[in-house]
């Protein structure tokens, strides 16, 4: 009887955290509009066809590096450096994988499949601030997949559009730099840690200095370069942190 | 190899090395590694890698135009980024600092023209 009435309760539980994965998704709606739709013309643009701007927004489920995989094609690069340039990108998704594995200590293999398939920026932050506030694990991927279930179709919806319209609008709109200042976005919020900060902005020149470099590797060695810079800062920070402490314990 | 040179195969076979290629990245440590954690180092690493890619991505897509480093054509697209930045560090979000930037873009731009 009582396990009866707890699986009901269970039931409810999962329904009730599905919705409030749909309803608290719902704000995240508006900011994949300029996103999606240029992101769709892009792909037009790069040479993948309408359909296949479709199967990128669907598979890859990765705007950053969607965006880049197209703007790497659109400039010449050739294919693996197009593709390995926007694996680089989504590098941070190992971060977000190692992060929740550990919370996921009962789930199935196809419940890792899910979780692993619609993990991007905004699920990720979901769960993880459901985490902090210590939520009941149970109910956890019911709310996972009610964030997916606003957020994939749209994320298709607005590539479609892109794809399929917005590659006809004019081009003195310049809706293609809607790209870099949706990453400049992205960004800046990043930026209020000093390595980042550092990393971000030798990145960015080192960027600008080697653009020119063959096969458009300019992009990976600037990663690299403004990887390295940040952890240099982080030496830094870190010996100064050291040196103030020598100085405490002196006085 | 121009955009019109890369045939529909072509298109397809970066749409499934990137597709796959994320899969794995996502499936990680939640499946192929579980049980393992990353290595502090690695994940710092990761942490600065985002920051440092965006910056070299989009500051050559701001600053160099059609004919390589041009501020003096691409000064209008400088400050609607400053200005996406400004919006972005004050309220956060995507939509309203990429809307203001380019609404600035385009004011530049009539002014000018």
Redesign the interface.
């Known amino acids: 009887m009582s396990d009866t009435a707890v699986t009901a309760d269970a039931r409810a539980a999962r329904r009730a955290a599905f919705r409030a994965g749909v309803r608290e998704c719902l704000p995240m709606m508006?900011?994949y509009?300029?996103?999606g739709l240029v992101c769709g013309v892009a792909s037009v643009?790069?040479?993948?066809?309408e359909w296949?701007a479709l199967?990128?927004a669907a598979?890859?489920?990765?705007g950053?590096?969607?965006a880049?995989?197209t703007?790497f094609?659109?400039s010449?690069a050739?294919?693996?450096v197009?593709?390995l340039s926007?694996?680089?990108?989504?590098?941070?998704?190992?971060?977000?994988?190692?992060a929740?594995?550990p919370r996921?200590a009962g789930a199935s293999?196809g419940q890792?499949?899910l979780?692993?398939?619609f993990?991007v920026d905004q699920t990720f932050m979901f769960d993880e601030v459901r985490h902090q506030r210590g939520e009941h694990r149970d109910a956890a991927f019911s709310f996972y997949l009610g964030t997916a279930t606003v957020l994939w179709p749209w994320w298709l919806l607005m590539n479609g559009i892109g794809a399929f319209v917005g590659a006809q609008l004019p081009a003195s709109w310049?809706l293609e730099?809607?790209?870099?200042?949706?990453?400049?976005?992205?960004?800046?919020?990043?930026?209020k840690a000093r390595?980042?900060?550092m990393?971000?902005?030798?990145?960015?020149?080192?960027?600008?200095a080697l653009?020119?470099l063959p096969l458009k590797l300019?992009?990976i060695a600037?990663?690299?370069?403004?990887?390295l810079?940040?952890?240099a800062t982080?030496a830094l920070l870190a010996r100064r942190e050291w040196r103030r402490s020598q100085a405490g314990d002196a006085s | 190899m121009s955009v019109d040179s890369l045939g529909s195969v072509n298109g397809w076979i970066a749409i499934v090395l990137l597709a796959v290629g994320t899969f794995i990245i996502r499936f990680s440590f939640i499946g192929l590694l579980a049980g393992k954690t990353l290595p502090p180092r690695f994940a710092r690493m990761m942490q600065l890698a985002v920051p440092a890619i965006f910056a070299g991505l989009v500051l050559p897509l701001i600053v160099i135009g059609s004919h390589g480093f041009a501020l003096d054509e691409r000064w209008p697209h400088v400050i609607a980024a400053i200005v996406t930045g400004l919006v972005a560090a004050w309220r956060g979000g995507m939509f309203l600092p990429v809307v203001a930037g380019m609404a600035v873009l385009h004011g530049i731009l009539a002014l000018v023209a």
């Open positions: 508006p900011p509009i300029p996103f643009q790069a040479g993948l066809g296949g199967a990128l598979f890859a489920f990765a950053s590096a969607q880049v995989l703007q094609l659109i010449g050739p294919l693996l197009a593709v926007g694996l680089v990108v989504n590098l941070r998704m190992a971060v977000y994988s190692a929740i594995a996921l293999r890792r499949i979780w692993a398939a993990l310049q730099f809607t790209i870099p200042l949706s990453f400049v976005a992205l960004v800046v919020p990043l930026l390595p980042q900060a990393a971000a902005v030798v990145g960015g020149v080192a960027g600008v653009f020119a300019g992009l600037a990663c690299l370069i403004g990887t810079a940040g952890l982080d």
